[in-house]
């Protein structure tokens, strides 16, 4: 079985630029979360997907969007980044009503 | 709305050292309470759960109770070795069908041999 993959593994972008983060997730999930963990920080929710629709969205403002594919993989973009943005994005996976499965994370550098 | 406050560290143990861990939480409802550990380099794993109140949730010899009467959920082990130095992590999910989970900030340990 295949846990949850992220891509890429590190990134470095400059203030005002556009990010894709992707997200693979385990095998039967049809539920796929994205979180954002700040240096020293616990993860805090960004949104949820579900059957490629959005199922919940935390405190983050719009330039955080997100899409899920038909095989419920699943992309976090970021436009107009900041400083701020900078963190290890997480993706986590599961069954709608099941526990998460954590993948390595993305770590976004922003300059 | 929901929150969880845990207990800051870091935390330095000698190996088979005891090992608690606070955690508080503030919800509404009937929460779901979890322990998840990210060791150095890697991403989060979930170390233990429990759903309802008084329920005991346990793992590699961690143990930790929902208690609802003090809104807490402590980890515990009673032995710990140097491949247990990690941060930990206590969360909340609002309710068990619904996932989006609330973290806490985290706890630093290391265990010295």
């Known amino acids: 079985e295949t846990g949850v993959t992220q891509s890429p593994t590190h990134l470095i972008k400059t203030r005002g630029q556009q990010v894709t983060l992707r997200c693979s997730s385990q095998?039967?999930?049809?539920?796929v979360s994205w979180y954002q963990q700040a240096l020293g920080q616990g993860p805090q929710f960004i949104f949820q997907y579900y059957r490629e629709e959005e199922n919940g969205r935390g405190n983050f403002p719009p330039r955080f969007s997100g899409l899920q594919f038909p095989n419920y993989s699943s992309e976090l973009n970021v436009n107009a980044l900041e400083l701020d943005d900078s963190a290890l994005y997480l993706c986590?996976?599961?069954?709608?009503?099941?526990?998460?499965?954590f993948g390595p994370g993305t770590r976004l550098t922003v300059l | 709305g929901n929150s969880v406050t845990q207990m800051e560290g870091p935390v330095t143990l000698s190996e088979e050292a005891f090992l608690t861990i606070n955690c508080t939480y503030t919800a509404t409802g009937y929460p779901s309470l979890f322990w998840y550990v990210q060791y150095p380099g890697e991403g989060l794993q979930l170390l233990l759960k429990?759903?309802?109140?008084?329920d005991k949730g346990s793992n590699k010899g961690f143990e930790a109770t929902y208690r609802k009467e003090t809104t807490s959920f402590h980890l515990e082990k009673g032995s710990v070795q140097v491949s247990d130095s990690a941060v930990y992590f206590c969360?909340?999910?609002?309710?068990?069908?619904?996932?989006?989970?609330?973290f806490g900030a985290g706890t630093t340990v290391t265990v010295r041999a």
């Open positions: 429990a759903t309802k109140a008084d």
């Open positions: 095998s039967g999930h049809n539920t």
């Open positions: 969360a909340l999910s609002p309710a068990p069908s619904d996932y989006k989970l609330s």
């Open positions: 986590a996976s599961s069954s709608l009503t099941d526990t998460q499965y």
